[in-house]
């Protein structure tokens, strides 16, 4: 074999090697999820309204749509429980529940004031905001015959636009944004 020939060998072993690679990574790769909403109950629908009315947009985001300061809260309701939910918005200091290390301004305030069946709603709502795998829902929205879920215009059936309209939530529960 020439020189020349065992370049090419060469080269062309490293190219399927790294074709193998990306396909044992691709293969192995958890499924991507997105957030999925759907105000299945008045109460949810309700405390759409209370996200709304306590301003929750202006420290959180929903689709993209809102604040960063107290991180997305896509997906919240796949997070977690309504009952963690519930002790956390009614908690007299939230941070008890789960500290911040973020500037005081910045951190999850208290909804405690908030009437308890207001704050029943509230959880509803977020409860309801899921996540779940893609091909999930494009297999659900497909079984359905509806639009496939991709964005506040897009959700089938569910109130993502309405959820989108930028007001406030509650506490982003994701560790790394350090504010539920």
Not at 92 to 107: C, G
Not at 152 to 160: K, R
Not at 174 to 179: F, G, I, S
Request: with cysteine; hydrophobic share 35%.
């Amino acid at each position: 074999m020439k020189k020349g020939e065992n370049v090419v060998w060469g080269v062309a072993g490293l190219i399927t090697l790294a074709a193998v690679g990306m396909g044992y990574v691709a293969y192995n790769a958890p499924p991507q999820v997105m957030p999925t909403y759907q105000l299945d109950s008045p109460a949810a629908a309700r405390g759409e309204m209370v996200y709304r009315e306590q301003g929750c947009s202006s420290c959180h985001k929903i689709w993209d749509l809102g604040s960063s300061r107290g991180g997305p809260l896509d997906g919240i309701g796949s997070r977690r429980d309504a009952e963690w939910l519930s002790r956390y918005l009614g908690a007299e200091n939230p941070q008890i529940l789960l500290p911040s290390t973020r500037k005081r301004i910045y951190q999850m305030p208290s909804f405690a004031h908030v009437p308890e069946d207001r704050r029943a709603d509230l959880v509803a709502y977020l409860s309801s905001l899921k996540e779940r795998a893609i091909e999930e829902a494009h297999a659900a929205a497909a079984t359905a015959g509806e639009p496939l879920p991709g964005g506040p215009a897009g959700a089938a059936n569910s109130s993502a636009s309405s959820a989108s309209s930028a007001s406030g939530a509650a506490p982003d529960p994701a560790p790394e944004n350090h504010h539920d």
